[in-house]
């Protein structure tokens, strides 16, 4: 109650508007916390570190800034209610300018500069919101604000600490380190002296042919020949696309090196991965068969909980040299056995990117209206022609999202490769070995400056290709009628593949459990628990502790996740493509460059942190973020605007409204993207490899180091462990999922 | 109104304030960064209890580790870099982000290992590169046991070959400067385009032939001789045969990481792990390299290095850098690519 009167009177007064509170908020901050910290560590509060006990210098500015803020508004001088251009870039550069101070102080920001720079965001952001290129209310400019920080400081500033290794080396501008890696024979290597053919001179048949292809295709697309700049510029673009490709085509049939193995894998596992998850989705979607369906639901979250190396191993168990299929049951001979390098990293990624693809795929086919194919039916067309021309267009923005996420997350897996990849090279792995190998920063540098390029241009070819057409067929009012079921023979066909795929994934998982429970994997087959005793003793506590921060960095991902996709998905703003970027880079860059950003970004300055569990917990935050962006954006364009409209023409803020009103409406996607979160914190190990300290390892980190020391047993204990658990987290998720939709349908029945 | 929105974006946004347990830099810490896990487990307890410190320790391959303590040069977290091949402690100080320390027993370490490698870092254990084989394997492919390097060109090995790629492994690269050092340097790769013909795959990682022969996936392994000896222990189906042309070795090493946060505990850390004490623990957590010190009692199966055919290994010309980069790189070029029949 004398909260409220406080309040009110506080903001009755003119002079005391929001960003006059939170400069105030902004000063106290600095009045009562220690400015800086001695070391990494945050606790306890160390007062010699309070800006009255450093020696002058730019922290000074935070109080001018403060008292500037509350004169500017108390006279009048910045207008709340229009704040225009001007004004907003001079508030900024201001703003801009004393955070930069602060952080070019060198000191490490304590909670006092934390808590000031904090509040001086929202006051800034809060103050512009009236801005016309911000178009919102005080809490979208503050949130708009907050997120721009957070993406420039942990995801867009490091990984330009990354580009910026590989071209300064050693105080020079140079592009050197690019130079020698592409003639590096890891990286491409084509014209090998030491076979009969020229491998150079077929690829740059194939370019020509590429070429001749593509002007052909755009003459033959047009139908007709004139000499305009209106129709030479498709011939050009045509060509020249033609070229690539044919040259791309070329160096992953002849050449060899990290660049051709990373582009082959990707053309197979992606389209493979696709295909495999688009008939699993077909089929989970209009069988008739109702345990076919629990299966499908069941096995597609394996791989996501499954942490990485342990199903290569299973694959080399069933599938390797000595493999009990491929040895023991098909009799190939070890040395013919072509499992290592290019179809051993392919196959694995296809069974770990079918259920990607079957999630994205089962959403979007879900999205289509049954009334659709009812129609065209009803009109006299055959199955054939309905599939062709009602259901493939609509699905077909789907399957180019499913391929574009698979192909970055093939370009960019690292555990397979390192496992499976044989002799040749990948680029994934190429950084952390250019890392570890060769001990060369810029080298590691340069590879993940080309990861970062192609995924950029799958990227923006996709939306080329695509365009920005959308394929909405469901309306607000519920959608009537069933699914046409399958011909009989065709889900004959795709029964007879799913079944095949569940019975080998099932066969993986039955090697991983078994092998936990022998003495030694292949060797010796007395059953023992010894390796559950083991994990026990030393795996544990590091398990638990990673449940910790998993569930640590699950919650702020979500948080920021939701946020960032509201902001995203409802308003307007400058930088809101930027957002969506940073959301992009943070996802798409490969985790062992993300890795190696963090340590060159957060072990020195302001944000000193390597070495402690805040620096793994954030980079596990900003990498699972996207995952909750997607499940939150997927969940608010189920809602339809006119809720909001309601709640903002009853007065509510958009604040209160995104608490009271999407909120709740989003519990389902908010708590799946949670779960997602932390379920893909538990699995990572990419990106915290080179962040783990002292005291502070993680399961994954573990997992591998004792993959590496060869014991297999204790490895695979643990893996079970985690399988089960995270299994068990994601079925209690499922059946949530459906008492939420219970209640939702309820409401709707009303 | 207002007043409260904003205050809504800020409780978001400082749930958004991760932070956890921040490791306690108190003085009473030691921080290590271990190479060779299962020792630094068994010494632990035991170090805890003689000198009071406690001890924390990561777990990184050699080769990281050193990318680790350069990465965190300005600001390490670790006072010391224990175990692992010489080359990363090597350059480590060369670079400065190790410093050499002198312990009060260094007289008592291997005189050999001390003056092979001089005052760069510390002697910690010396293990020799030998052949490990799947005597199974061989025989099912109609092939006799080598016993020379110069045996591992035989065709009838074809496809039954592992070893490391030295573009991402020390013990590759220590194969390639044994055998330049035994044979010649034309002779060596004349050696290495034979054994090329024989290789299933080349690895990233230096003991990644070892599973693999274990699990009876191929037949001979090049790695170093340590952890062969301890998976023959664990059951495994293996031979381990010792060229009889003679052998390299690497130093594996221990380095007081220059300006760690404790100083003096990574320095009593040091003198704990070379003591003879310290040395006998990896007896019991199954670490059979050569131990350093020449008082500590090596455990059973330890190969002796007196008994195998050592060469008198060159750590300094073959760990300088360049000498060592035109090596991988003509190997590279000119073994790696030539298509195998």
Redo the contacts between chains.
């Keep these: 109650m004398t909260f409220i009167t406080l309040?009110d009177s506080?903001?009755a007064h003119r002079g005391l508007?929001?960003p006059v509170?939170?400069a105030l908020v902004a000063l106290a901050l600095w009045l009562l916390l220690p400015l800086g910290r001695p070391?990494?560590?945050?606790?306890p509060l160390n007062y010699d570190f309070h800006a009255f006990a450093l020696p002058p210098g730019f922290y000074w500015l935070v109080p001018v800034a403060a008292v500037a803020i509350w004169l500017l508004q108390t006279t009048r001088l910045i207008s709340m209610d229009r704040i225009s251009d001007w004004q907003a870039a001079l508030a900024l550069s201001a703003a801009g300018g004393v955070i930069f101070f602060l952080f070019g102080t060198g000191t490490h920001f304590g909670w006092g500069a934390?808590g000031t720079v904090?509040?001086l965001l929202?006051s800034a952001?809060?103050a512009l919101s009236s801005n016309s290129r911000i178009r919102g209310?005080?809490?979208v400019g503050?949130?708009v604000f907050?997120a721009l920080v957070?993406v420039t400081v942990f995801i867009v500033f490091p990984l330009l600490l990354v580009l910026r290794t590989a071209v300064w080396i050693d105080g020079t501008l140079t592009l050197s380190q690019f130079a020698r890696t592409f003639a590096?024979?890891?990286f491409l290597?084509l014209d090998?002296?030491?076979?009969e053919i020229s491998e150079m001179g077929r690829v740059t048949t194939m370019i020509w042919i590429g070429a001749v292809t593509g002007a052909g295709l755009s003459v033959w697309r047009t139908g007709r020949i004139a000499l305009s700049w209106r129709m030479i510029r498709p011939i050009v673009i045509w060509t020249l696309s033609g070229m690539a490709i044919g040259w791309a085509l070329g160096i992953m049939i002849w050449g060899?090196g990290a660049l051709p193995s990373s582009l082959l894998v990707a053309c197979i596992a992606a389209p493979g991965g696709t295909a495999l998850g688009f008939a699993l989705a077909l089929l989970g979607q209009r069988t008739r068969s109702k345990p076919l369906r629990g299966m499908l639901s069941v096995v597609s979250v394996l791989p996501f909980i499954t942490p990485p190396f342990v199903i290569g191993f299973a694959i080399?168990f069933l599938l390797?040299?000595?493999g009990m299929v491929t040895y023991d049951l098909l009799g190939i001979s070890?040395?013919d056995n072509p499992l290592?390098?290019i179809p051993g990293v392919a196959l694995s990624q296809i069974l770990g990117l079918a259920p990607v693809a079957y999630l994205i795929l089962r959403g979007s086919l879900n999205g289509l209206n049954p009334a659709l194919e009812e129609a065209a039916r009803t009109l006299g067309a055959s199955r054939w022609r309905v599939f062709c021309d009602i259901t493939w267009p609509l699905v077909r923005p789907g399957i180019a999202a499913s391929m574009l996420l698979a192909t970055i997350e093939s370009i960019s897996d690292f555990g397979t490769p390192?496992v499976l990849?044989?002799?040749r090279n990948f680029l994934a792995?190429e950084v952390f070995?250019a890392?570890?190998?060769?001990?060369s920063?810029p080298e590691a540098a340069v590879y993940g400056t080309v990861l970062l390029a192609i995924v950029a241009l799958v990227f923006v070819g996709s939306r080329v290709v695509l365009g920005a057409q959308g394929f909405t067929t469901v309306t607000g009012k519920p959608a009537s009628g069933a699914f046409l079921p399958l011909p009989v023979w065709f889900e004959a066909i795709l029964t007879a593949v799913a079944l095949f795929w569940f019975v080998f994934i099932l066969a993986l998982y039955l090697t991983i459990f078994y092998g936990s429970f022998v003495?030694?994997w292949?060797?010796?087959n007395t059953l023992t628990f010894q390796h559950y005793r083991e994990f026990w003793q030393?795996g544990w506590p590091v398990l638990w502790y990673t449940i910790?921060?998993s569930a640590?960095?699950a919650?702020?991902a979500m948080?920021?996740g939701g946020?960032i996709a509201y902001l995203v998905t409802r308003h307007r703003f400058l930088g809101r493509s930027y957002l969506e970027l940073g959301s992009l880079l943070s996802f798409a860059t490969p985790g062992t460059v993300m890795g190696?950003a963090y340590?060159?970004a957060f072990?020195?300055g302001a944000l000193?942190m390597?070495?402690?569990?805040?620096v793994i917990?954030?980079a596990l935050?900003f990498r699972n973020m996207p995952v909750a962006i997607r499940a939150s954006m997927a969940g608010l364009s189920q809602i339809d605007r006119s809720l909001e409209e309601a709640s903002s023409t009853l007065?509510a803020?958009?604040?209160?409204t995104m608490?009271k009103v999407l909120a709740p409406l989003l519990l389902y996607p908010l708590l799946a993207g949670l779960i997602f979160a932390f379920v893909s914190a538990m699995t990572s190990v990419s990106q915290v490899?080179?962040l783990?300290?002292?005291?502070?390892?993680l399961a994954t980190v573990?997992l591998l180091?004792w993959v590496?020391?060869?014991r297999?047993g204790r490895a695979a204990a643990m893996a079970t462990v985690m399988i089960f658990g995270l299994l068990a987290l994601i079925l209690l998720l499922l059946v949530v999922s459906r008492r939420v939709d219970v209640r939702n349908s309820k409401k709707g029945m009303k | 109104m207002k007043f409260k929105q904003t205050f809504l974006a800020s409780t978001i946004v400082t749930g958004l304030m991760p932070f956890g347990a921040v490791i306690a830099q108190d003085g009473g810490q030691v921080n290590v960064v271990c190479v060779v896990s299962e020792w630094c487990d068994a010494m632990k307890a035991p170090f805890e209890a003689a000198t009071g410190y406690r001890m924390e320790y990561l777990n990184l391959r050699s080769n990281e580790s050193l990318v680790r303590l350069r990465a965190e040069s300005s600001n390490p977290t670790f006072d010391v870099f224990y175990g692992g091949t010489g080359d990363p402690h090597l350059v480590g100080f060369n670079e400065g982000v190790t410093e050499f320390y002198r312990p009060a027993n260094y007289e008592e370490l291997n005189e050999q290992f001390r003056n092979a490698i001089g005052e760069t870092y510390l002697p910690l254990y010396a293990n020799p590169i030998a052949l490990v084989v799947n005597p199974q394997v061989l025989e099912d492919a109609g092939a006799p046991m080598p016993e020379s390097w110069a045996d591992l060109t035989n065709p009838a090995y074809r496809g039954l070959m592992g070893m490391a790629d030295p573009n991402s492994s020390g013990t590759a690269y220590t194969v390639i400067a044994t055998l330049v050092q035994l044979l010649g340097e034309e002779e060596a790769f004349e050696l290495l385009a034979g054994m090329h013909q024989n290789m299933a795959e080349y690895t990233q990682s230096g003991s990644g032939s070892l599973g693999p022969v274990g699990q009876g996936e191929l037949g001979i392994g090049v790695i170093f001789m340590a952890s062969a000896v301890r998976d023959k222990a664990m059951g495994f189906p293996i031979e381990i045969v010792v060229p009889s042309e003679g052998t390299g070795y690497e130093i594996g090493g221990i380095s007081l990481v220059a300006n760690g946060p404790n100083p003096e505990g990574g320095k009593a850390f040091i003198e704990y792990a070379l003591s003879v004490e310290g040395q006998e623990l990896g007896n019991a957590a199954e670490q059979l390299q050569i131990k350093a010190n020449v008082n500590a009692t090596q455990a059973e199966g330890t190969p002796d290095l007196s008994a195998i055919n050592v060469i008198d290994y060159d750590f300094a010309t073959y760990g300088d850098p360049e000498l060592q980069g035109r090596l991988i790189a003509r190997w590279t070029n000119e073994i790696f690519p030539v298509p195998r029949r």
């Design positions: 309040r506080l903001t508007t929001t509170v939170w070391g990494r560590a945050f606790f934390l904090l509040a929202v952001g809060s209310d005080t809490f503050a949130s907050i957070f590096s024979p890891l290597f090998n002296p030491f076979t060899r080399i390797g040299r000595r070890p040395i290592y390098g390192l990849g044989g002799d792995t070995l890392l570890t190998g060769r001990y920063q003495q030694l292949g060797i010796n030393v910790k921060l640590a960095s919650v702020p948080m920021l946020l190696l340590i060159l072990n020195d000193l390597t070495g402690t569990s805040a917990v954030l935050v007065k803020g958009s604040g209160v608490v490899i080179f783990v300290g002292a005291g502070n390892n573990l180091s590496e020391q060869g297999l």
